[in-house]
């Protein structure tokens, strides 16, 4: 939070090594406060269920956060989804791949072929052609997409997700 709004954490407000259950929650109470402040949406989030380590709220959490950070970064190149979307398509067109995304959700993603292929079209030599898989088995899915986060770890790009993500 600290880094998608520099200045906002009130760093006295916060217990670097909490000593009890009772400090934990207060910082994450504190948390929940800041990213509410950062305009996210965390309806039914508490500190408390942070601190538990409630699973699927610290993902929902998590989700909010790298979409901050991501429509942060695309209103300082003065873009939108729809401008990367169709930047993305026109890259991977460009590499002779008929796979095209209608969208950021898009099923074909799953394979990790337009991934490989965009990375390919943006850094050439980051990936050898015969390492991208056809992607239609899902051991041929699996391996593009851990060599997709792999790739975008090396490029130096904010990575957000795991392999496991992208097949989902």
């Not at 909010?64 to 890259?91: G, I, P, S």
């Not at 995304?101 to 799953?110: E, N, Q, V």
């Amino acid at each position: 939070m600290e880094r998608l709004q520099p200045g906002s954490v009130d760093w006295d407000r916060v217990k670097g090594t909490p000593k009890n259950k009772y400090e934990k929650v207060a910082n994450c109470n504190y948390a929940v406060k800041m990213a509410k402040e950062l305009g996210l949406k965390l309806t039914g989030i508490s500190g408390q269920d942070i601190a538990e380590g409630n699973e699927k709220l610290l993902l929902a959490v998590w989700w909010q956060l790298m979409r901050k950070d991501f429509m942060q970064f695309l209103d300082e190149l003065d873009m939108d989804q729809a401008h990367v979307l169709t930047w993305a398509n026109a890259q991977v067109a460009r590499r002779g791949t008929d796979i095209q995304l209608s969208r950021f959700g898009d099923p074909a993603i799953k394979s990790g072929v337009f991934l490989l292929q965009l990375m390919k079209a943006v850094a050439p030599k980051a990936i050898k052609e015969d390492d991208i898989k056809p992607g239609r088995s899902e051991l041929d899915r699996q391996l593009n997409a851990k060599l997709a986060i792999s790739t975008s770890h090396k490029m130096g790009a904010r990575v957000f997700c795991g392999w496991q993500d992208i097949l989902e």
